[in-house]
């Protein structure tokens, strides 16, 4: 299948294949543009429950559909962190109540302490993360809603600090202070 072609050309040792694989699905569903995923053959239960998941996430938040054709629905936070091989967005919906902040980390190498900007002050909530256990991931997850700081980053004029998984997609709500 398409998935199992992908998979055999990441790099890395079993295991780390399958976190690149869930990074890149979740790029896929929380980036602009309409979903199409051909059926699968044998997966691991671990990924077909991480889909479903992912799915889910998607219809649940308007932010992630409403706005594809509108550039209002997307917004760069970090276009890329080279270094880091690290990307950061915001998806909205058109009342700006669901927004999202989305942080893909493509690298093979967790950041437990990292800094992004973020430009509504209030606290962010992670309601997805690739690396949960029931997506066989080691969880390396952010199970507290965090504050963010007045201290600009980014260009932005607030600072989130999180951590985020190795290969790994990590998404949070928006909730004003």
């Known amino acids: 299948t398409s998935l199992e072609a992908f998979l055999d050309s990441l790099p890395g040792e079993e295991q780390e294949k399958w976190g690149h694989l869930k990074a890149a699905l979740g790029y896929l569903f929380t980036h602009p543009g309409k979903k199409y995923l051909a059926p699968q053959g044998t997966l691991p239960e671990e990924i077909r429950v991480y889909l479903k998941e992912l799915n889910q996430l998607y219809t649940e938040h308007p932010a992630l559909w409403e706005l594809d054709n509108d550039t209002e629905g997307f917004e760069w936070i970090?276009?890329?962190e080279a270094e880091k091989n690290m990307l950061a967005y915001l998806r909205k919906d058109s009342s700006k109540k669901d927004v999202l902040l989305i942080l893909c980390n493509f690298?093979?190498?967790e950041q437990l302490d990292y800094k992004v900007g973020v430009p509504y002050y209030g606290k962010y909530k992670e309601i997805f993360n690739s690396d949960g256990a029931a997506f066989g991931g080691a969880g390396v997850v952010?199970?507290?809603m965090k504050t963010c700081q007045k201290a600009e980053w980014d260009e932005q004029?607030?600072?989130l600090t999180v951590k985020v998984p190795a290969a790994g997609i990590s998404v949070f709500t928006y909730?004003?202070?």
């Open 142 to 144: 952010n199970p507290r």
């Open 157 to 159: 004029p607030y600072r």
């Open 107 to 109: 690298s093979g190498e």
């Open 78 to 80: 970090q276009l890329m």
């Open 175 to 177: 909730q004003p202070a």
